[in-house]
Structures are given as C-alpha cells and as structure tokens.
C-alpha cells in the first residue's frame, strides 16, 4: 500500500520512525509548524524553526528516500502574547518561497480566546495575500465544538478565503459536519488517547463518505503514533474494503488537496 | 448530491460480523474501566468533581437507545457558550465544561 502523512511534527520523531514510515509505504510527510512544548521566547527562536522545518528537517528525511513538505505560522499556544505573534508572522513570507513550503499552518485556536482569534485573523491574511493553502488546528476536548465554530466563522467572513484550499484538522463526530457543510476539507487525527481512534476514523469516513478527508497522525512528542495512519488501513481491510478505496482514502484524497500547492510533487515511483 | 459509493468490497459480508468479533473484547473492557473509575472516584469522595458529574451525563446518553452516541456524548462535553474568551484559563484543556462565571 502506499500513502501519505499529511500531518507529523518530525522534528520531535527519531530516524527509525522515518524508517518504519517508508516501510509501511510512506510516500511523502508534511509537517505543520507547532508548539514545542514550551514557549519560544523572541521571533529569533521561530525564525530558527522555520529553518529548521524548511532546510534541516527535508535533508533528514531525504536520507530515507521521504519528500518533506512544511507549513509554516506561529501556533495558537503561543498566540496569547500579540507583540510576539505579530513579530512572527511578519517573518513568514520571506520562507514562503523556500520549496518545501506548501502554506499557512497550523493555525487556529486552543482556549478560544479573543488574543488568538485576532493572530488566527492575521495568518488568514498572509495566506490569502500570498496565495497560500491553509491548514487549520481546532482545540482540544471541551474547547473544539466552540473553536470549530469560531474558525468556521472567520473563515466564511473573509472574503478572499477558498473552501477548497483549507483543511481543518483534528475533526471528530461532532465536528466533522460542520466543517463538511461549508465546503471545507476535514482531517481526522488519529491518537491513542485522545481526538479518534482508527475504528472511529474509519466510523466517520462511512458516515460522511469520504469526501475532502485525509487522515493523519499528527505524531510529536507526546504520546502518539508515527504508523497511524497505516493502522487505519488495516481497520479498513478488516472491515472489506476494497484497495482502491484504501488508496482513494489515504494517498489519493491527501494527493488532491496538497497538489493544489504546485510544489507538492511526488517522483515517479508514486505516481499509479 | 450523488449517492455515497460503498466502500465495501463486493462479496465483503464477513467483515460486518467481524466487527463483533474483534470489536466486543477491547469495547467491555473500556466499559468496565469507566465504572471501576466512577466506583473508585466515588470510595475516595471526589465524585462531585464537575468532570465525574460529567462523564455520568454522558453515560446516560450512551443508555438512552438512540444513534450518534458518539457526537451526542462529545457536545454533552464540550463548552457551550459561543463567544470568544476575554482571557485564557491557561494552555491546557479539561476535557468537560466548567462554566466561567
Ligand atoms: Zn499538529
């Protein structure tokens, strides 16, 4: 089988998992910019991850034959203080040529706050003036009904965003519609202790269809899982589907959004 | 809007079956974890903690016989107001709702 990892955080992954990856048929990974577990301190510190995603990060993983693709923002844990997210957003453009840059991401919300509202607002004009795609973090547990809708919102209001060219991640059963509906693209997370497991992935995909979905593990360094995504084919193998559909699911759908970055491209060992 | 197509492999009826088989074991073990938690919470008398008082609202609706457990359970759980917050609480989330004021 062969797919793609639309969402990991490499950075905090060793190189056996980029092994393990490409042997369960990894074909490319894409990594959002996120929070490092702590709070970065000036722009400085971001303007050495953005190098590090954008520069390092693809050289360590061209060492296992894997294209890497990144996203780049400051993240919503980090938006409270405005003076430094907006140092750090007017750094974003001059890396958004660098080649393995696919868009703005992920942005969005963590406590619904009016702080990150305001720097998720912002990022949403850089990817606009900029032509970027936008992918969309949604808060965790008791947070993500509400975040889901304000994100919805922002979204719809800001007239020069495209549906189709934003991905909001981190959907589960009682947000996957309401983004579905607004002609957005959903990602479903798959954790072990929190956002979906594969069997509710695999729940949701047959409720909703299959339509603007991507799965991914959105692995980092808590706990998480760098082959979840290939564990969610296999619970759709035990249900009978067939490989076409594992493929549409899980390399063809992510394949459809990303591509409308043009420097997602994929070799010809991919290409079928 | 077109009709979903079948994710099912044709002749694929074996599988539907088998999600009892491979799914019942792990399934009552997550459930007897939930009232071994809500015994425990209960002996060391923290069980009026809002989280506890949440999780047994959302067992009702997981009793109650109708579809969309799941969703129904999650937005039992989530934060119902809808306007953005003046401040933040702090970084992390609970996992049930708490009300601000
Ligand atoms: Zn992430």
Same mark, same amino acid.
């Not at chain 2, 979903?4 to 799914?23: F, H, I, N």
């Given at each position: 089988?062969?797919?793609?990892?639309?969402?990991?955080?490499? !950075?905090?992954?060793?190189? *056996?998992?980029?092994?393990?990856?490409?042997?369960?048929?990894?074909?490319?990974?894409? @990594?959002?910019?996120?929070?490092?577990?702590? *709070?970065?301190?000036?722009?400085?510190?971001?303007?050495?991850?953005?190098?590090?995603?954008?520069?390092?990060?693809?050289?360590?993983?061209?060492?296992?034959?894997?294209?890497?693709?990144?996203?780049? %923002?400051?993240?919503?844990?980090?938006?409270?203080?405005?003076?430094?997210? /907006?140092?750090?957003?007017?750094?974003?453009?001059?890396?958004?040529?660098?080649?393995?840059?696919?868009?703005?991401?992920?942005?969005?919300?963590?406590?619904?706050?009016?702080? @990150?509202? +305001?720097?998720?607002?912002?990022?949403?004009?850089?990817?606009?003036?900029?032509?970027?795609?936008?992918?969309?973090?949604?808060?965790?547990? @008791?947070? &993500?009904?509400?975040?889901?809708?304000?994100?919805?919102?922002?979204? +719809?209001?800001?007239?020069?965003?495209?549906?189709?060219?934003?991905?909001? *991640?981190? !959907?589960?059963?009682?947000?996957?519609?309401?983004?579905?509906?607004?002609?957005?693209?959903?990602?479903?997370?798959?954790?072990?202790?929190?956002?979906?497991?594969?069997?509710?992935?695999?729940?949701?995909? @047959?409720?909703?269809?299959?339509?603007?979905?991507?799965?991914?593990?959105? %692995? *980092?360094?808590?706990?998480?899982?760098?082959?979840?995504?290939?564990?969610?084919?296999?619970?759709?193998?035990?249900?009978?589907?067939? /490989?076409?559909?594992?493929?549409?699911?899980?390399?063809?759908?992510?394949?459809?959004?990303?591509?409308? %970055?043009?420097?997602?491209?994929?070799?010809?060992?991919?290409?079928? | 809007?077109?009709?979903?197509?079948?994710?099912?492999?044709?002749?694929?009826?074996?599988?539907?079956?088998?999600?009892?088989?491979?799914?019942?074991?792990?399934?009552?073990?997550?459930?007897?974890?939930?009232?071994?938690?809500?015994?425990?919470?209960?002996?060391?008398?923290?069980?009026?903690?809002?989280?506890?008082?949440?999780?047994?609202?959302?067992?009702?609706?997981?009793?109650?016989?109708?579809?969309?457990?799941?969703?129904?359970?999650?937005?039992?759980?989530?934060?119902?107001?809808?306007?953005?917050?003046? !401040?933040?609480?702090? &970084?992390?989330?609970?996992?049930?709702? +708490?009300?601000?004021?």
């Amino acid at each position: 089988m062969r797919y793609i990892e639309p969402h990991g955080h490499m !950075v905090s992954r060793t190189t *056996d998992d980029y092994e393990a990856m490409v042997l369960a048929g990894c074909q490319a990974v894409c @990594e959002p910019a996120f929070w490092a577990g702590f *709070d970065r301190t000036s722009a400085d510190g971001f303007r050495d991850y953005f190098r590090q995603i954008t520069e390092y990060e693809p050289a360590r993983a061209a060492k296992f034959l894997l294209p890497h693709f990144s996203w780049l %923002c400051i993240n919503p844990k980090e938006a409270e203080d405005l003076a430094l997210a /907006a140092d750090v957003v007017a750094l974003i453009p001059e890396f958004l040529a660098k080649p393995n840059v696919l868009g703005i991401g992920e942005i969005g919300l963590n406590r619904n706050t009016r702080n @990150e509202l +305001k720097v998720l607002e912002w990022h949403i004009d850089v990817a606009v003036k900029h032509d970027q795609l936008i992918l969309v973090h949604t808060p965790h547990l @008791e947070d &993500k009904l509400k975040g889901t809708q304000l994100i919805v919102d922002v979204l +719809k209001s800001h007239p020069g965003v495209k549906p189709g060219r934003v991905i909001i *991640d981190h !959907v589960e059963e009682h947000t996957i519609t309401r983004v579905l509906d607004h002609g957005f693209w959903a990602g479903i997370t798959l954790y072990p202790d929190s956002k979906s497991s594969p069997p509710r992935a695999v729940d949701m995909v @047959e409720i909703t269809g299959g339509e603007r979905l991507w799965l991914n593990s959105a %692995c *980092d360094w808590g706990v998480s899982d760098p082959l979840a995504v290939p564990k969610a084919a296999l619970e759709m193998r035990r249900r009978g589907y067939s /490989a076409d559909w594992i493929d549409r699911m899980l390399y063809r759908n992510p394949l459809q959004f990303l591509s409308q %970055c043009p420097k997602f491209r994929l070799g010809e060992a991919s290409a079928g | 809007m077109p009709p979903t197509p079948t994710p099912r492999a044709a002749g694929a009826g074996p599988a539907s079956a088998a999600l009892v088989d491979l799914g019942f074991v792990p399934t009552r073990a997550k459930l007897i974890e939930v009232a071994a938690f809500l015994d425990r919470v209960e002996r060391h008398g923290v069980a009026d903690d809002y989280r506890v008082e949440a999780l047994r609202n959302a067992v009702r609706l997981l009793a109650d016989g109708q579809p969309g457990r799941a969703q129904r359970i999650l937005e039992s759980l989530s934060d119902p107001t809808t306007v953005p917050d003046e !401040v933040s609480t702090g &970084k992390a989330a609970y996992g049930a709702y +708490k009300s601000r004021t």
